[in-house]
Nanobody
Framework: QVVMVESGGGLVQTGGSLRLSCAAS????????MGWFRQAPGKEREFVAA????????LYADSVKGRFTISRDNAKNTVYLQMDSLKPEDTAVYYC?????????????????WGQGTQVTVSS
């Protein structure tokens, strides 16, 4: 059984930073791509960032490019999302996900497993 647990969410002011973590267990972490998605109230879930199994390749949504950084530590079975220069429009529940392949993807159809989510709130 694959279990993923996110942490690191919270309340931050505009321009601040947060670092989300997602610890995964249940299958070989280093084999699969990982992704972060978010869902704001009343909106559909959207892609934020993804990273390949090796960590060599990353993808970002245009809305977060240059402000967010995804990384992973395969020795710790953990993926991270460093979020800087946060804006009120970044407010959402953030979910980590584990992919079906080694390559990163922007589509949630390419992810098999999901965490429970962590709330990020950016105040103006």
């Amino acid at each position: 059984q694959v279990v993923m647990v996110e942490s690191g969410g919270g309340l931050v002011q505009t321009g601040g930073s947060l670092r989300l973590s997602c610890a995964a267990s249940g299958r070989t972490f280093s084999v699969w791509s990982m992704g972060w998605f978010r869902q704001a109230p009343g909106k559909e879930r959207e892609f934020v960032a993804a990273i390949s199994a090796s960590g060599a390749s990353t993808l970002y949504a245009d809305s977060v490019k240059g402000r967010f950084t995804i990384s992973r530590d395969n020795a710790k079975n953990t993926v991270y999302l460093q979020m800087d220069s946060l804006k009120p429009e970044d407010t959402a529940v953030y979910y980590c996900s584990q992919g079906r392949t080694t390559n990163p993807s922007r589509s949630d159809y390419d992810y098999d497993y999901w965490g429970q989510g962590t709330q990020v709130t950016v105040s103006s």
